[in-house]
């Protein structure tokens, strides 16, 4: 029977078309409409036939397999959808263009300033086109067909039905524009398999190695919020995780490995989150890895003890999601109302998942609780459960993380109780503010970055030269950095053979293990309270990284820029208007600029039952330190920077050291010294 010609009639073909295709799906027997599928249709917009044809052919076909697969992406479609406009297209047609350059390094901040100079439809507003209204019949027809044509391969054969709808089937990834790629991702990487290849997690390997030999340059951000299609994926060569995440699922998908992504939405000792991809192996077990960076359980590792939840991001709705657990029940927070999330931390061993229980004072009856993690912008929720009676239990855990209870109402969250540290046994430390008081010297904002620690190493045997030749043939050296310098202004005394030479020209000279990283660096004369300047001069080879971190960045009163450099024993200073004898020298080095500084507002907050209470605001009189008095003791604590900066970390002062959570999720001393000024 040729349904089309069944629903002739425009004006009944809304109801008829759910009548028939439930007829269809379920041996010819009327059955109650699937609701998901009503759900498609109401958003299709006149994109019915389109559907019907799906269903169509699929039922003369005689392919029952097949046409459940096209109920299963009908089913999920309807909150489907990509971002369109000028906007989006414009930039499609600058980043494509990009995208086809070669090159060794990318400078993206550059590339992308370029384009928000020329853009003349950024302001745009996208529009947002749902896949129910715009796919077309011959699209999807396709993609189930190619699908289905990869799934006899030695790596994917222990597929259930169900496991292959999620792992290969879909015909996008997140928010994308659909395209057809399947044909196009797998005559590029199909023969990255060796046919010995017996399982899915050895298949990923061989693919992954292809991609690691790819341009991988990661972004933090980007200045179009689209999720990029798969042609423009295609030649990716810079962008963000997110971005190569989605590529390898094209790679891999294409071939019939069965892969997905995971989202972090939170750190637990960091901002933001993080998505990276797993291989669902023969084992069926979930294996981690990064697309075009680590192989199958090589990723998660960098990231122990950092991690409160792990959500897999699927295509079809997942009943135990709380987005469909709390349909009509209460408001839930924005991030848990996604119905296609399904937790997964308890598949991953890395995690050391723990069991918490929370006592709940619920007053206002909600059903669920929360579990959040700190940022900035207020208490992050990463974990649901069920309240039963006045206790919550919370499952899968990640430990070594600062976690805050909390319910949901009118649309915010409502803080329980006082925040508390999960350790990696399960036990939790309450942060209780006590009446005994305490005084403050604050270094920093957040701990060190652990990146710049390592590179901080390779700076001894730096030094600072006067000369009056401009080759330095003739240099006196002032100060030569002889321990590992800490990521903070530091004053040093020249020493005193150098002191009474007049110099024409300065300069700071790498040593022979690093390039560059200086941030800052003044000299002084004597007698003056001002650094001296001069014309910029250097000599080095120009960063493949960081081509625009020349030798001016040590003297722009910056210290978030620095100077790099592609050599070691490279060097940058000024040539003065005229002799001067210096005698003191201020420099910081490469850093993350989360020190004190001098000028600055801050305001220092402590928490009570989970509500963030400030100790008032202060300017900084000097760099690097900071005084607060009467802080309650016990008491978590959060130094914001009200002038610049949004990288901010809650912190404890305890037996008279300043103790965070750093990247690894222990707790640690970034502050050492409190002796004269704590108390």
């Keep these: 029977m040729n349904l089309l010609k069944v629903f002739s009639n425009k004006n009944n073909i809304y109801t008829w078309l759910v009548c028939m295709i439930s007829v269809i799906l379920t041996g010819c027997q009327l059955k109650e409409v699937n609701s998901q599928l009503e759900e498609t249709l109401n958003v299709s917009k006149g994109n019915e036939r389109e559907l019907l044809k799906v269903v ?37 047609t600058f980043i494509d263009s990009v995208y086809q350059i070669k090159q060794e390094e990318y400078d993206i901040p550059y590339i992308y300033s370029c384009f928000i100079k020329r853009a003349k439809h950024l302001k745009d507003k996208p529009q947002y086109l749902m896949d129910a209204e715009k796919i077309k019949a011959s699209y999807l027809i396709k993609n189930i067909e190619e699908a289905f044509n ?17 792992y290969i089937l879909p015909y996008k990834v997140n928010k994308e ?43 933090t951000s980007s200045i179009m919020p689209i999720d990029l299609r798969p042609s423009t994926l295609y030649n990716i060569k810079f962008g963000l995780c997110s971005d190569y995440t989605a590529l390898g699922v094209y790679a891999m998908r294409s071939v019939g490995i069965p892969v997905g992504e995971n989202l972090i939405p939170h750190w637990g000792n960091s901002n933001l989150g993080h998505v990276f991809n797993f291989v669902y192996g023969n084992d069926r077990k979930y294996h981690d890895f990064a697309s075009g960076e680590q192989n199958p359980d090589e990723h998660l590792v960098r990231f122990k003890n950092k991690i409160p939840k792990i959500y897999k991001m699927t295509f079809g709705r997942q009943n135990t999601s709380l987005g469909v657990i709390s349909k009509d029940l209460e408001d839930v927070p924005s991030f848990f109302k996604n119905p296609c999330l399904e937790d997964v931390t308890g598949k991953y061993a890395v995690v050391n998942a723990q069991t918490t229980e929370i006592d709940i004072s619920n007053k206002q009856n909600n059903k669920f609780a929360y579990l959040c993690v ?23 855990i990640g430990p070594n993380i600062v976690y805050q209870a909390a319910l949901y109402d009118k649309g915010e969250i409502q803080p329980v109780g006082n925040p508390f540290f999960l350790d990696s046994i399960g036990r939790k430390a309450y942060f209780v503010p006590q009446k005994q008081k305490q005084q403050l010297r604050l270094e920093r904002k957040k701990e060190n970055s652990s990146s710049l620690e390592e590179i901080a190493l390779y700076m001894k045997g730096g030094k600072f030269q006067g000369a009056n030749k401009k080759d330095f043939s003739d240099a006196v050296t002032y100060h030569v950095i002889k321990a590992t310098p800490k990521p903070k202004y530091t004053t040093v005394i020249c020493d005193e053979s150098a002191q009474n030479r007049p110099v024409k020209y300065l300069r700071y000279l790498s040593s022979d293990e690093t ?82 500084r001098k000028g600055h507002l801050y ?55 300043y103790i965070g959570i750093n990247h690894e999720g222990f707790k640690i001393i970034f502050i050492h010294d409190f002796c004269k000024t704590g108390s």
């Design 374 to 396: 700190f940022d900035p912008q207020g208490w992050f929720p990463v974990a649901w459960t069920q309240i039963e009676g006045d206790k919550a239990v919370f499952k899968n």
């Design 177 to 219: 524009e659909p395209q057809e790629w399947r044909n196009l991702y797998a005559n590029r990487f199909s023969q990255a398999i060796p046919a010995s290849i017996q399982t899915a997690e050895t298949a990923c390997y061989e693919v992954n190695n292809q991609l690691i030999g790819l341009p991988i340059h990661i972004s």
């Design 56 to 92: 169509d052919y699929f039922t003369k076909k005689g392919d029952t397999l097949q046409l459940k697969a096209a109920n299963f992406l009908l089913e999920n479609m309807a909150d489907k959808y990509w971002l369109g406009g000028s906007s989006v297209a414009e930039y499609y």
């Design 603 to 657: 305001e220092l907050f402590y928490c009570k039952d989970g509500v963030w209470t400030s100790l008032g605001k202060k300017r900084a009189i000097l760099d690097d330190e900071l005084i607060y008095k009467n802080v309650p003791q016990g008491a978590l604590l959060w130094l914001r920077d009200l002038t610049k900066g949004q990288e901010e970390r809650i912190f404890e002062y305890k037996n008279k050291k």
């Design 150 to 166: 990869v799934w006899n391969k030695p790596w994917n054969q222990f597929l259930t039905f169900e496991e292959f709808c999620e």
């Design 515 to 596: 390039y560059g990283n200086m941030a800052e660096v003044e000299f002084y004369a004597r007698g003056q309270l001002k650094p001296q300047k001069g014309k910029i001069i250097g000599k080095y080879e120009t960063s493949r990284f960081y081509p625009r971190n020349g030798a001016e960045k040590m003297f722009d009163g910056d210290p978030l820029s620095f100077f790099h450099t592609n050599d070691t024993l490279s060097w940058g200073g000024l040539e003065l208007k005229q002799q001067a004898c210096v005698n003191k020298i201020r420099y910081l080095i490469r850093n993350d600029d989360n020190g004190i």
